[in-house]
């Protein structure tokens, strides 16, 4: 029984360490950065987009922010809500613009009437 | 047990009036003295070297019994009782022995009463181990093919333990129950209500549930604003409520709560929270579908991605299946284990695919809508970790058998939900992976059906590779 246990307890840190490996997914570093929505949204003001480093990020739209956690799978951009939703970015010119599927279908591409385009900001801009 | 059998405990022929009896021989490593189920013609005794004492079953599996040194003899049993040798005996290096006849051999034993008692004693000897022998291995069968309450116990309090104290330490926690204790505090009115205003044109009808369930089928002429997005696209809905002539005096409908999730009483309260006014839900939450006017498009698979490897592995208990139609590839012990290894990587894949997003998944579970909201969280916190310690289970060989029906009741409730999937035309995926999923479809239901079946082979005949309350059991084991 002690052999047992401790053979399970070998194997359960070898899954946590797989766990915390998984968890990181593509390098973030191409994609990170702040863009901004080529339209205004919802006749507004436009959305800005913060996709930081460290997989967090922020959705910021008329003065108000929607925090969320971001990673990149097979050349995509996977955002994560607290609510559970998951949105999904396709990147183009070479990570200068972003579509968003608002759908939250998961729709590999950008549905129309669901999709909404950033492009980035220039650093210092 | 074999201790009673080492060749020091043999020495008593020593005195026993054997020498200038039978012929010596040299016999090299590996050399067959006596095979099992032959007739019996000699008796050896020891001279120097070693043999090995082992019996074998027809189809192969081989059981060392014991091994003798100088000194000790073999052989005497057969020709004692005249009945077929019934064991193997193998020099394990070069050995020198002296070989008597059977009839030197009677000879002696009606000459010689001291050897004659000292045949008795060892015969004795070996029928009270043997007796011992085949208690043991009873009970290592029984214990074998046990299962108890604390299989279940371990692996699914294994399970509970990991999922809570994951969840604590996790940036994508959820609450174990979701909502709990909120209230709502939005009105309800009643289905009559509700189409009193409608055909006024005095509300403004919302959908709280996900675009895809909108798409399908939703009331004529609502706007979606599905409940998981909704700090992204409030402000979206604000500007067409703003646009909306005589929004002000217009009352809110919000719908779309379900069974699992009331997505209408939540998205209420968040509209309430923005400050609109006039936000009603529906009391019969589940009945718009036939009291209001209704429009969508023609059911259609929903977006789905493929699972990868994992996906295509869940096809071999599939293929496995048309093996199994053949008796006794069906009762293979090996094929146990190979199932073992495929359900066990299809679970911990699927598994860690889940784990550290659990509101991905509770959200796969509402969109089956079987779930009751309070047990939504709780199932989707653990199962991901019953799948992994289960899989973990079945490749080490622990409790396999109750790690086996753990997952075909897992793969039981797995194909009620997709069937009543498909027969309810949800347009959702199978969420079988955190991220992507497949399609719903009788295609994923044949797998499931596969891995339940693998799972019903693996109770009845795994017992090889496998570490159960006697200790590791291999192919070969010695007793």
Redesign the interface.
Known sequence: MKK?FW??AA??GL?MV??AL??CGESRAPFAGKYRSVEP????SFVDLDLKGDGKGT?T??G?S?EF?WMV?EGRI?I????????IVTPGNGGNLLSAD???????GCPPG?CVNFRRVPEGG | MAEEQKPSESKGVDGLKLCHLGQEVVVPAGERLVTQGESPEFFYVIQSGRVKVFRETADGIRTDLTELAGGAYFGEVALVTGQPRTASVEAMEESRLIKVSKEEFDHLLDHNPQLARHIIHQLSQWLISGDRRLESEVVHQVKLRQISWFDYVLMIGLSII?ALVVNIYN??R?PLVHDWGVKYDIPEISLMQAQELYKKNQAIVVDAR???FYKQEHIKGASNL????????Y??F???VEQTPGAKDKTIIVYGGTFSRRFDLELGRLLKQKGMQHVVALKDYSGWAHALPIEGQEPKE????PLGLPGYVEWLPVGIFLLILIPPIRRSPYLAIVGRIILGFIF?SFA?SK???P?????NVVDYGMMPSWGVNLWALVLPWAE?VVG?FLI?G?RTRAAATLIAGMNIIFIVGLVDAIFHHLPI?CGCVG???EPVNWWKVTKNAGMLVMCIQIFLYDRFLV?DRGGFILRDRKI
């Open positions: 047992e053979k399970l194997i359960l899954v797989c766990l998984g968890g949204f919802a006749g507004k959705w739209h008329a108000k929607t956690t799978n996977w994560y809500t607290k609510s559970g939703a998951i949105l608002m759908s939250a279908d998961w729709h590999p669901s | 990991l940036d994508n959820i996900k675009s895809a599905p409940l998981i997005l909704f700090d992204l696209m402000p979206l604000q500007f067409t929903a977006a789905s991605l911990i860690l784990i550290m997003r509101a991905v998944f509770a959200l992994l973990l080490l622990i995926n991220e992507v999923g570490l």
